[in-house]
């Protein structure tokens, strides 16, 4: 399956900080990608569909202003969290899927884990 | 609305056998997929259903019955490494992947 990395994998930083993380698919051009956001305990929640050259497409109750995404290339999608507060602190996650006729899995990146003091 | 059940938290043990059940209630089905997430990391595919019937892949099988919306993971001889939690999510009519919570699966010695 696709190959995903997503950097970095930690970041702890203070309240009011604007953080960037990257998803880069190695071996696999990928028009889409997606980000979730999973809380201790919980599930995943997508946040966001990233299209390559167009906007993304965000799920109900996720600020669009807030988690800025960027997929300017068909390797690389960003997601920016603007000005970050300690309810933003979760486990980010971003996937890719190969393909379509809808019967690829979606194939993950080793996630980020986002702490806001 | 869409919704997938699971347990949330089931307790094996290491050599024995051990079935995750999910059942779901989606608009559509395209396809249900079954993923292993160990505390702290993403998730990684296990296996995917779309037809009824069983998928062996080596220790874990995948069942499906699209008439009763149900699925299961089995898992066989079980290791410590198991430990983890499973997540059934459902392909709708859209293309769009719904998940479930998941399943936290203990296993002790």
């Known amino acids: 399956g696709a190959v995903v990395s997503q950097h970095p994998s930690w970041v702890i930083c203070k309240s009011g900080t604007s953080v960037k993380i990257e998803c880069r698919s190695l071996?696999?051009?990928?028009?889409?990608m997606f980000w979730y956001r999973q809380f201790p305990k919980q599930s995943l929640m997508l946040m966001a569909t990233?299209?390559?050259?167009?906007?993304?497409?965000?799920e109900q109750g996720v600020e669009k202003d807030k988690f800025l995404i960027n997929h300017a290339s068909l390797t690389l999608s960003t997601l920016t969290v603007t000005s970050a507060h300690p309810e933003d602190s979760s486990f980010y996650i971003c996937?890719?899927?190969?393909?379509?006729?809808?019967?690829?899995?979606?194939?993950f990146g080793d996630g980020t884990r986002l702490s806001i003091l | 609305g869409q919704n997938i059940d699971q347990p949330t938290e089931m307790t094996a043990t290491e050599g024995a056998i051990v079935q995750i059940n999910c059942t779901y209630q989606?608009?559509?089905?395209?396809?249900l997929f079954w993923y292993q997430q160990h505390a702290g990391e993403a998730p990684t595919f296990l296996s995917y259903n779309v037809l009824d019937g069983l998928e062996e892949k080596g220790r874990f099988s995948s069942f499906l019955s699209r008439s009763k919306g149900y699925s299961y993971l089995l898992l066989k001889e079980l290791q410590m490494k198991d430990s983890a939690s499973y997540l059934c999510a459902v392909r709708d009519s859209n293309y769009q992947l719904i998940w479930g919570a998941g399943t936290k699966l203990i296993i002790k010695p």
């Open positions: 990233s299209n390559e050259g167009s906007k993304a497409t965000y």
């Open positions: 996937s890719v899927e190969e393909g379509g006729g809808g019967n690829q899995p979606q194939h």
């Open positions: 071996d696999f051009q990928a028009t889409t």
């Open positions: 989606t608009s559509g089905f395209n396809g």
